[in-house]
């Protein structure tokens, strides 16, 4: 995201701007004065998703026709970006939202299904969640044990999800299971389960480090029967539209990641000019100018990468490389970034009257989701040498 308030020189769409003054005072208004209080009883506020549906936060990426907004890729990241400078586990359920369980039913949902479910996702009345991850198979999900076995015209579908974002609170679930042999990746089929289908239900909720006010949870299938139209796409399809998702999905990171490090990045300067020792301005030193110098930079350059996965991506072009870069190598400067605002603030940003703590925990999330960064260096390195 370009900084408008820092270089309001630097030309950019007028969508753009109006997005990120809208999610900047969205963020003070409904985010900000809470922040902290969500984050200890690690609550999930739901009924904020509902306002931000009604400024047209929770279907950046959809056509108008099916209730979104109809924007690109560069107003997307603008909005994650804004709300995570404020809370980045609020810019991690909205970004979930949009670029995963919303977007998979926009990109691989026929007509019928994309007007019987975007719109109220798109509202906000109703919260997406998405369902690739198990226990035992986090990177290796070709290796997942959650089945789908067809009976007549219905599905049904027998296994548990892990770490899944919205797991208890998701109206709308897309959920990837095998119809197949396990590793075979044509053998899984993507499907959309709505909450209060019989077999359905939540499980175990995740005390996390960080991104506590997102919520993280199992989805459990027991003898979960789904009509044949609730599939999306061809049968053993799934595993192949879940990797296309991804593609996306890590700019979604990247975005949450300048946000994080943004953060702490503007809570660090201001610090460094109010706090003095031995009668100035710790940003006068050395040793803390350094710092913020090579957070400047490093944001600066995880900017330009993210824009360009964006751009890419709204032309339309295959971005698995770009926005694995763009992901690993912004989720990396945003964990690097928070540990130098703690070291900046000291003893300070060891504690909660400072934002920093927690800019530091929920950092280290954008490194494991959507892909760890090992996994990031695997998908480059296949691109690169194909």
Known sequence: MIDFELHPEIKTSETQRMVYEAARDFAAQYIKPHVMDWDEAQFFPKEIFEK?????????????????SGMGYHEYVTLIETISMIDPSI?????????????????????????????ELCSGKHIGAWGLTEHNTGSD????????????????????????????????????????EKGDNRGMTAFVVERGTPGFSAGKK??????????????????????????LGPVGDGFIQSMKI?????????????????????????????????????SSFQGISFKLAEMATEIEAATLMTQKAAEMKNQKLNVTQQGAMAKLYASEVCVKAAGEAVQIHGGYGFTKDFPVEKFYRDSKLCTIGEGTSEIQKLVIARKILE
């Not at 599905?155 to 974002?165: A, C």
């Not at 949870?217 to 027991?222: C, I, K, L, Q």
């Not at 991804?246 to 700019?251: E, K, P």
């Open 141 to 180: 999900a070709k290796g997942m044990s959650t089945t789908a076995r067809k009976e007549g015209e219905h599905w049904v579908l027998n296994g548990t999800k892990n770490f899944i974002t919205h797991g208890i609170s998701g109206d709308i679930a897309v959920v990837i299971a095998r119809n197949g």
């Open 52 to 68: 931000a549906g009604a400024l047209g936060f929770m279907g950046m990426l959809i056509p108008e026709t099916y209730g979104g």
């Open 91 to 119: 810019g991690l359920s909205i970004a979930a939202h949009n670029s995963l369980c919303v977007n998979h039913i926009y990109s691989f949902g026929n007509e019928e299904q994309r007007l019987k479910w975007l719109p």
């Open 246 to 282: 991804l593609d996306g999905g890590r700019i979604s990171i990247a975005a949450l990641s300048l946000g994080t490090a943004k953060g702490a990045y503007r809570a660090s300067i201001a610090y460094s000019k109010e706090r003095k020792q031995f009668g100035k301005s710790i």
């Open 206 to 231: 995740e005390n996390k480090l960080g991104m506590r006010a997102s919520e993280t949870a199992e989805m459990v299938f027991d003898q979960c029967v789904i009509p044949d139209e609730n599939r």
